[in-house]
């Protein structure tokens, strides 16, 4: 049986990091297999939940439940359907912060996936699980923006940057976006209004193509000039809430819905 161990230091108290944890919706926003999360019922030993979820291109769906919670120090778990694990979470306070061991052992549907995917997929669960702790990290040390901080972005309108994890989050879940192909993309961050409200504006593209376009991408007004190079358009409001419309042709979209 295949094991993931895995283990980050956060920079938030135990009892945010616990509750994030125990809360199985906010999977959606660190786990990127995870494709829906319903039906959560019960808290502590008594909570389960229903979720779906992609592999290699496969979509199962599973049933969870917890098997042992101990506030703010561990959370151990169960899941049947398609690849069956038990998961378990330790918390350990250290320095203010948060030290956050996962384990998970994994069953792999070999007659589904097959003895040649088998490796495939041990390698990307390591590599998903690493990104998701991240995400974890990122969720729980992130603070919501204040007015001022945002009025400081003007400074930065023409700087070229990765994406904000909550767009990312967001193109994962509405567009089946590979991590990996996220961390390619780049955007420029201006101000801007929506309905009405003042929104932090966010314009995507590819260095990849416009290289093979033999452009260089320095400042927005060149993403201006050349629009085709423009793959997503989005924002983020003063809540931190995400929206991304997909700019790109529809002879260029290539599904990205493996994993």
Same mark, same amino acid.
């Given at each position: 049986m295949p094991r993931i161990r895995k283990s980050i230091t956060i920079n938030a108290p135990v009892e945010?990091?616990?509750?994030?944890?125990?809360? $199985?919706?906010?999977? /959606?926003?660190?786990? @990127?297999?995870?494709?829906?999360i319903r039906d959560v019922s019960g808290s502590g030993e008594r909570q389960s939940w229903t979720f779906d979820y992609k592999m290699m291109g496969l979509?199962?769906?599973?049933?969870? *439940?917890?098997? !042992?919670?101990? +506030?703010?120090?561990?959370?151990?778990?169960e899941s049947k359907g398609g690849m069956d694990a038990?998961?378990?979470?330790?918390?350990?306070p250290v320095d203010g912060g948060t030290q956050l061991r996962w384990v &998970?052992?994994?069953?792999? $549907? &070999?007659?589904? &996936?097959g003895k040649v995917g088998e490796l495939f997929i041990m390698r990307r669960n390591e590599r998903v699980a690493r990104f998701a702790m991240t995400n974890i990290k990122e969720k729980m040390e992130a603070r919501p923006p204040?007015?001022?901080e945002m009025r400081l972005h003007l400074r930065n309108e023409n *700087?070229? *940057?990765?994406?904000? !994890?909550? &767009?990312?989050?967001?193109?994962? %879940?509405?567009?089946? /976006?590979?991590?990996?192909y996220l961390e390619l993309l780049r955007c420029f961050e201006y101000d801007g209004q929506v309905n009405g409200k003042q929104v932090r504006r966010i314009s995507i593209f590819s260095p990849d193509k416009a290289r093979e376009k033999k452009l260089l991408i320095k400042a927005r007004q060149? +993403?201006?000039q050349h629009p085709e190079l423009l793959f997503y358009e989005g924002h983020i409001d003063s809540e931190g809430n995400a929206y991304v419309?997909? !700019? %790109?042709?529809? @002879? @260029?979209?290539? *599904?990205?819905?493996?994993?």
């Open positions: 945010k990091v616990f509750e994030y944890i125990s809360n $199985p919706e906010n999977m /959606l926003e660190w786990w @990127s297999n995870v494709t829906a979509h199962f769906t599973g049933m969870a *439940k917890v098997t !042992r919670s101990r +506030l703010n120090y561990e959370r151990r778990a038990n998961w378990y979470w330790e918390f350990r &998970i052992d994994y069953t792999i $549907p &070999i007659p589904v &996936i204040g007015k001022e *700087k070229v *940057k990765r994406l904000p !994890r909550a &767009i990312q989050e967001y193109m994962r %879940r509405r567009f089946n /976006l590979l991590p990996e060149d +993403l201006e419309a997909d !700019r %790109r042709a529809p @002879s @260029s979209r290539v *599904k990205a819905d493996y994993s």
